[in-house]
């Protein structure tokens, strides 16, 4: 290593610390924000950040802003994905073996993913009419993509061209409020399924918004969400490692079967099920600021993983997988932030036989869906938009 790049290394070290300090804590109580529920970070009405402990604390007897001292209602605050995702990105480039000319790659060199096999369709949403988006659902029965996201109503219906169809899901203080959605996924006979990180709880709505069933006291942060062929809703739950299988009858409004049917999981988010063969495909986040993906069959029985030092050794660039799929013929695609990107894994057979399929014009890519029509649905974080891609 020469003396100039030892001299980058120290420089980019100092402006993670400076990054960490000046951005990623809490200026209240002086603690670091993270994915915990007491320590993430929250927006106050008036811009200002709190961690979410010292939001809790200062609401006695009434919330007021420590720095402006502007009055906020509690219930108005939300979660600021834009400090979580730079802190996940900083942990990761801070993680990283700098010194990766021990690797054997040239000083200076380029490392890029291979050219990819779609091309970008259209797109739609962007700031305003989406703001920080964290999850998406395709339901081609009903003809719409349905995105849940940080506005003032949560959960925004487009149709498949784009048009804006309506909107719901505002952030109350009521039971059947939405207050910090998560992911959702459509059921087979078109209801939406919501996660709810502001009170730990599944919501089910139909497509005019009325809430339909909430099932709360079975989860402790209930994160990605996904239905199975047999209409079964299966959710992660990060904070519990544990993967829920919930069996509803909207009917009756009533929750007929709530089973764990899978424990020991790694802080689980993404999850996805195949609809030809019920396999399912689990996203885990490490405590060393990588992720893994995890395969099962339909029984829950583990038919393979691959982290991202697996990857490392498959593809010229470390990934970092945020959402997880299945197209065609049960193949596993995953979106990866770390280079803008999505990507396919193989199916049950070859996992993981890694292709590149989309490597241009994507920010943050944090969800994917595949369309009869050969075409991807990817959720873009990163500029706040729905991107349509085309095989050619």
């Known amino acids: 290593m020469t003396a100039a790049s030892s001299k980058q290394i120290r420089a980019l070290h100092d402006l993670l610390k400076l990054a960490e300090v000046s951005l990623l804590e809490c200026k209240v109580c002086f603690e670091k924000y993270s994915q915990q529920q007491t320590r993430r970070p929250r927006n106050l009405t008036c811009g200002h950040v709190l961690c979410s402990a010292c939001v809790s604390s200062l609401a006695r007897p009434a919330l007021e802003c420590p720095f402006c001292r502007r009055a906020c209602n509690p219930s108005q605050t939300s979660d600021c994905l834009p400090l979580l995702n730079l802190r996940d990105i ?135 969400v996904d239905v199975s062929p047999q209409n079964e809703i299966l959710v992660s739950d990060t904070e519990a490692g544990a993967l829920w299988l919930l069996k509803t009858d ?89 280079n803008g990107a999505v990507l396919s894994l193989g199916t049950a057979g070859d996992f993981p036989s890694v292709r590149s399929l989309v490597t241009h014009g994507l920010c943050y890519p944090i969800a994917v869906k595949w369309l009869e029509n050969e075409s991807l649905v990817v959720l873009d974080s990163g500029d706040h938009s729905v991107k349509i891609f085309a095989g050619y």
């Not at 993906?293 to 038919?303: I, R």
Request: glycine share 12%; aromatic share 6%.
């Open 90 to 224: 900083l942990s990761r480039v801070a993680s990283d073996p700098i010194s990766s000319d021990a690797t054997g790659k040239a000083e200076g060199s380029l490392v890029t993913l291979s050219p990819s096999g779609f091309s970008l369709n259209f797109s739609f949403g962007g700031w305003g009419l989406l703001v920080n988006p964290t999850g998406m659902a395709v339901c081609p029965k009903l003809g719409c993509v349905a995105v849940v996201q940080d506005g003032k109503r949560r959960i925004k219906l487009f149709s498949m061209t784009g048009a804006y169809i309506q909107q719901f899901g505002e952030k109350r203080d009521s039971s059947n409020s939405v207050r910090y959605p998560l992911d959702v996924a459509v059921t087979s006979d078109g209801y939406l399924v919501v996660t709810d990180a502001g009170d730990r709880s599944v919501k089910l709505f139909d497509v005019k918004g009325r809430c339909k069933l909430v099932v709360r006291e079975t989860f402790c942060l209930p994160w990605g």
């Open 250 to 338: 909207l009917r009756k409004e009533e929750v007929k079967r709530s089973q764990r049917v899978l424990s020991s999981l790694c802080q689980p988010r993404g999850v996805a099920v195949c609809p030809a063969t019920g396999a399912v495909a689990v996203i885990e986040h490490l405590s060393t600021g990588g992720t893994r993906v995890k395969l099962f069959n339909s029984h829950m029985a583990l038919m393979g993983q691959m982290d991202s030092l697996g990857f490392g050794l498959l593809l010229p660039s470390e990934i970092h997988v945020s959402g997880v799929a299945f197209g065609r013929g049960g193949n596993i695609l995953v979106t990866d932030v770390q």
